[in-house]
Nanobody
């Protein structure tokens, strides 16, 4: 069994920053990809960013230049540094890990961007 626990969400003003963390534990061994999706109110879950075990990254166009994904492989932890936040970034952010075609999800952390 694999567990993913997100942290770091909260309320931030437009233009502010937050860093999300996602710690993976349980029966998961490198290499595996980790990343983030988000789900805004009354919308579907959409891809945000991912990083492979070999540090290859991919971002959705909406966050390029503002968000940075990173990993600490020794801790099986992924991070999402979010800068220049906008109200439209408001969503529940879900961490995932994928190994051998199986995707595992965290329970999500709320990010609210509002003045």
């Amino acid at each position: 069994q694999v567990q993913l626990v997100e942290s770091g969400g909260g309320l931030v003003q437009p233009g502010g920053s937050l860093t999300l963390s996602c710690a993976a534990s349980g029966s998961i061994i490198s290499p595996f990809d980790m990343g983030w999706y988000r789900q805004a109110p009354e919308k579907g879950r959409t891809f945000v960013a991912r990083m492979s075990d070999y540090a290859t990254t991919k971002y959705t166009d909406d966050v390029k230049g503002r968000f940075t994904i990173s990993r600490d492989n020794a801790k099986n932890t992924a991070y999402l540094q979010m800068n220049s936040l906008k109200p439209e970034d408001t969503a529940v952010y879900f961490c995932y890990a994928i190994k051998n075609g199986v995707k595992y999800w965290g329970e999500g952390t709320q990010v609210t961007v509002s003045s």
